[in-house]
């Protein structure tokens, strides 16, 4: 009988225990619950701080951006605003401005309805005559002492129409940016030799089909004799452009992407920005399948200089409105 009295006070105390652990357990998965739940709505609060501050942080960039945009306008640019003019310059070296002469001088027209790709290729050696009518300049060395801005405005007040975009490109990055497609395959009209020991510049490219990387591409860009001097060797651009914009359009240039991003990121100079992305996507994502139009710049060389280039005002704002249709009171030159 005694012994029954203590198991049965042992069971009680037993479940007391157990209760009173359950008890304690609850309180602790309770606590643990509001802990939890605590943290999850601080940690939601200040990711939503957070949030807030970089909405508002890039909220300022991007009306940072409409203004820079808006302030490099001009009166004309709504005329165009079916075209997205891009200005490439081909630089003879690298590194900052000072110095360097703008070798390749390309006004890049897309027709954002039909995406066909027009090309207007200014000589290096084109003459621009000062305000004051008393001196003048070729306008490709005008790029060491205005820069990037300087030139957009000079092709702009030459050619009449708006520039949206500039491309800055030397001579080492429009290598690497070949090499990142793959090479290219251009055909080589005239067996190229030229030495130039003062540049380093050894060009030695044999006459037919060759398929360049993108150290032989950039020699052949830059390749200055010939006949025809800066007109033969802006025919060559074109052919080169050609055979560029069909690589571009190649299937496989997809997976090369990532380099040429690179090689864009790194090298090349640009004012395209993060904001104008979209609005370049859709545009070359509706690229045309037709080879580019190529033009010259109408004018004639220089009596005893051919490296001087003579611009015909009055057929370039003709060749500008048959190239800008769209663009109704096409802006005088």
Not at 255 to 281: C, F, H, I, M, Y
Request: net charge neutral; hydrophobic share 40%; aromatic share 8%.
């Amino acid at each position: 009988m005694t012994e029954h009295k203590s198991t049965t006070k042992n069971n009680i105390r037993a479940k007391r225990r157990r209760r009173l652990l359950r008890g304690i357990l609850g309180i602790f998965k309770l606590m643990l619950f509001v802990a939890v739940l605590f943290g999850v709505c601080w940690a939601s609060w200040q990711e939503l701080r957070r949030g807030a501050a970089v909405y508002q942080k890039y909220e300022t960039y991007y009306n940072a951006y409409k203004e820079r945009k808006e302030a490099r306008r001009s009166p004309t640019d709504e005329k165009f605003e079916a075209y997205m003019n891009v200005l490439v310059l081909g630089t003879d070296k690298a590194g900052d401005f000072d110095g360097r002469h703008a070798d390749t001088i390309l006004l890049l027209s897309l027709d954002n309805a039909s995406g066909k790709v027009r090309v207007i290729s200014i000589p290096r050696g084109t003459v621009l005559v000062a305000p004051d009518g008393a001196t003048w300049e070729r306008i490709g060395e005008k790029f060491s002492a205005v820069g990037v801005s300087g030139m957009t405005e000079a092709v702009r007040n030459l050619l009449g129409v708006p520039v949206d975009y500039y491309v800055v490109v030397d001579a080492q990055a429009a290598g690497s940016l070949i090499d990142a497609l793959g090479g290219i395959d251009v055909y080589v009209e005239m067996r190229m030799d030229y030495d130039d020991p003062e540049l380093g510049l050894s060009i030695h490219i044999p006459q037919g089909f060759q398929h360049m990387n993108g150290d032989v591409a950039q020699k052949y860009l830059r390749f200055r004799s010939g006949e025809l001097g800066d007109v033969g060797r802006v025919q060559r651009h074109h052919r080169f452009l050609k055979a560029l914009y069909d690589r571009i359009l190649h299937v496989e240039t997809l997976g090369r992407l990532p380099a040429l991003a690179k090689v864009l990121q790194e090298q090349v100079n640009t004012n395209v920005e993060v904001w104008d992305s979209a609005q370049l996507a859709e545009v070359l994502k509706g690229l045309s399948q037709e080879a580019p139009e190529t033009f010259m710049l109408p004018g004639r060389p220089y009596a005893g200089d051919e490296s001087i280039w003579l611009p015909d005002r009055e057929q370039a704002k003709q060749k500008m409105k048959h190239l800008f249709p769209k663009a109704e009171g096409n802006a005088d030159t």
